[in-house]
């Protein structure tokens, strides 16, 4: 059983720039969360999906967006991204509002 | 709103000695409280969590946590270090009011384990 699976690993892009990670959750999971880890912090959480509806929003700006598909797995987007935006984003899957389960993470770096 | 404080950076162990590592929360009525451990260049792998029930949690790989509501603290402990609990921990909370299931995370505690 795969468990939650984010691609790409690692992402290199520039300031003013678009970018879209993505995340699929562990089999038979229904709700996606992210969170954005800076260098030496904790995960701050974005926002959570669930039935295709962000659920919870966290303290992010507009740039930040996302979309749950039909089949649970997700997106996120950042746009006209900051260097501050430099981070690991990391997904997590739950069922319903049980314990979340963490993907390896996708490492932005904007120069 | 809710909040985790890990006010240790880092705790450095011999191995075979048991840890501790510290956390206290904030949160609006009753917690869910959790501790997650992270690998260099990897993600969160959960270690245990409590809900309700038993102050002492029982996880993974010979960890536990004390759970005391009157400290609001969560603090992990295993009795004897392994030199491969090298790694980072972090506690995290969630409140039970409102919809869904939002971690709030502390700034996370670097073990040391040394031989």
């Known amino acids: 059983d795969a468990g939650v699976t984010q691609s790409p690993t690692h992402l290199i892009k520039t300031r003013g720039q678009q970018v879209t990670l993505r995340c699929s959750p562990k089999?038979?999971?229904?709700?996606v969360s992210w969170y954005q880890q800076a260098l030496g912090q904790g995960p701050q959480f974005i926002f959570q999906?669930?039935?295709?509806?962000?659920?919870q929003r966290g303290n992010f700006p507009d740039r930040f967006s996302g979309h749950q598909f039909p089949n649970y797995s997700s997106e996120l987007n950042v746009n006209a991204l900051l260097l501050g935006d430099s981070a690991l984003y990391l997904c997590?899957?739950?069922?319903?509002?049980?314990?979340?389960?963490f993907g390896p993470g996708t490492r932005l770096t904007v120069l | 709103a809710q909040s985790v404080a890990q006010p240790e950076d880092q705790v450095n162990v011999a191995e075979g000695n048991p840890l501790t590592v510290k956390c206290t929360y904030s949160v609006s009525g009753n917690p869910y409280l959790f501790w997650y451990v992270q690998y260099p260049n990897r993600g969160l792998q959960f270690l245990l969590k409590?809900?309700?029930?038993?102050?002492l949690v029982k996880g993974s790989y010979g960890f536990e946590a004390e759970f005391n509501k009157s400290q609001t603290s969560f603090h992990l402990k295993k009795p004897s270090a392994l030199v491969s609990d090298s790694a980072l921990y972090f506690c995290?909370?969630?409140?039970?009011?409102?919809?869904?299931?939002?971690?709030?995370f502390g700034t996370g505690t670097q073990l040391k384990v040394e031989l």
């Open positions: 997590a899957s739950s069922l319903l509002e049980n314990e979340q389960f």
């Open positions: 995290a909370v969630r409140g039970l009011t409102g919809g869904g299931n939002k971690l709030t």
């Open positions: 409590y809900i309700t029930g038993d102050n």
């Open positions: 089999s038979g999971h229904d709700t």
């Open positions: 999906y669930y039935e295709e509806e962000e659920r």
